[in-house]
Structure formats: structure tokens, C-alpha cells
């Protein structure tokens, strides 16, 4: 089993809908994070988790939510999904420390019409 | 504040050819950085990591990475590139508090057989 698993890994949505993007880990670390990427934009984070109560917003919040249901579980929301959300999603998470690296999930494609 | 910088967006060699992708690194502090590689429909996974404990980085599938201090340099090398390297690829650095990972705009590989 993967280490970090996104659901769905694609959806297709309309402009207006509330969307949710599910993570869960298995590798036991606090810290938990989502991403956006567009091309030539790299990865640029949306939200990020210390632990369930601490939750911090990331360099493009705007328009997304997210809730920490425990350690290994993160997800993401939209609440009205717009065209210009379409990309492709990734959770992540790490171990505290500056030099660990970060896990990733597969993805979620989402397309927003 | 940290930064990275990749430069060029697409590069294309010819198998067996030297690859070389360039990033450049802007911190206050001595720096964490990272070369995270993303294959076709799949999350991104670490190549290798540069800590401190040595200028030369030796990563997997045959990368490595030389930090320049003096030139604020990071860049990835791979002597002879296959065809199985064809992917995107993301420097990126830790914050000042580890917190979270910076990545840069990433650089896409095409090998040409």
C-alpha cells in the first residue's frame, strides 16, 4: 500500500459545487500539507498541519478549507468550485526537521466546468 | 526568505547525452536543498538531498548534485541520461524553520533516442 493515498484521482466537477479531496498516511508524521500544480507554476502550497489542532495557511488559501480528522488524515475542500481551481492536487507529509524530505500522494486531477 | 530558481522549463538530450539541470538557491541562512523528481501521472519522490555533510550528493538512478556555495548553485547532473529519466524535476529547499518545502517552477526532461 502507498504511503500517502489521495481520493478520488480524478473528478470532474461543476463551477459552484463544494468538493472534498481526501488524504491519509501511513508513515506516522505529523505533518501533513496540500499543494496545487500548474504548469511552469511548480508545487505551491495551499494549506499545511502540525498536528489536529494546529492548522496554518499556505501562499494561495484563498478559496480552499481544509480539516485535520486525526494524524494521518487531511483533507481539502472546496467550497465553490471555479475554473481557475482546475489543476492537479497533491498531499504530502514529513517528519519534523529541516532536512527531511516529503512524501507524496498520486494526485487528484481535478477539472472544474 | 527562500527561494529556488530553475532554469529553463523543458530541456531535451539525446540518450546517452550529459544532463544537466540548473537551480539556484537564495537563503539567509545555509540552505537544505532538495531535487525531487515526478514521472508521468505519479507524486513527486525524492532524488536526493543535500545536508551539509558534503558538497558532492550522490542521489538515486544515478544523479547527483554539487553545492556552490559561491555561485548559489544546487544543479542536477547525470552523466548519461535513458530514456526511463524522461520527467519533470523540482529543486526545492526548506524554510527557515523547516517548516515547509519551496520548490521551484520545475524543469521538464525530455531524452531523445
Known amino acids: 500500500d502507498a504511503d500517502v493515498t489521495q481520493t478520488p484521482r480524478n473528478r470532474i466537477t461543476k463551477t459552484g459545487k463544494r468538493i472534498m479531496l481526501e488524504c491519509s498516511q501511513t508513515k506516522g508524521h505529523d505533518r501533513m500539507y496540500w499543494y496545487r500544480q500548474d504548469p511552469g507554476l511548480g508545487l505551491r502550497l495551499i494549506y499545511y498541519?502540525?498536528?489536529?489542532?494546529?492548522?496554518n495557511k499556505g501562499e494561495i488559501s484563498d478559496g480552499y478549507s481544509v480539516s485535520r480528522q486525526a494524524q494521518a488524515k487531511f483533507s481539502l475542500s472546496l467550497e465553490s468550485a471555479i475554473p481557475n481551481q482546475t489543476a492537479l492536487y497533491f498531499c504530502?507529509?514529513?517528519?519534523?526537521?529541516?532536512?527531511?524530505?516529503?512524501?507524496f500522494g498520486q494526485g487528484t486531477r481535478l477539472t472544474v466546468v | 526568505a527562500q527561494s529556488v530558481t530553475q532554469l529553463g522549463s523543458h530541456v531535451s538530450v539525446s540518450e546517452g547525452a550529459l544532463v544537466l539541470l540548473r537551480c539556484n538557491y537564495s537563503s539567509s541562512v545555509p540552505p537544505y536543498l532538495f531535487w525531487y523528481v515526478q514521472y508521468p501521472n505519479q507524486g513527486l519522490q525524492l532524488l536526493l538531498k543535500y545536508t551539509s555533510a558534503a558538497t558532492l550528493v550522490k542521489g538515486i538512478n544515478g544523479f547527483e548534485a554539487e553545492f556552490k556555495k559561491s555561485e548559489t548553485s544546487f544543479h542536477l547532473t547525470k552523466p548519461s541520461a535513458h530514456m526511463s529519466d524522461a520527467a519533470e524535476y523540482f529543486c526545492a529547499v526548506s524554510d527557515d524553520g523547516g517548516f515547509k518545502t519551496i520548490f521551484g517552477a520545475g524543469t521538464r526532461l525530455f531524452v531523445k533516442a
Open positions: 498541519s502540525f498536528d489536529v489542532k494546529d492548522i
Open positions: 504530502a507529509t514529513r517528519s519534523g526537521g529541516l532536512n527531511t524530505e516529503a512524501f
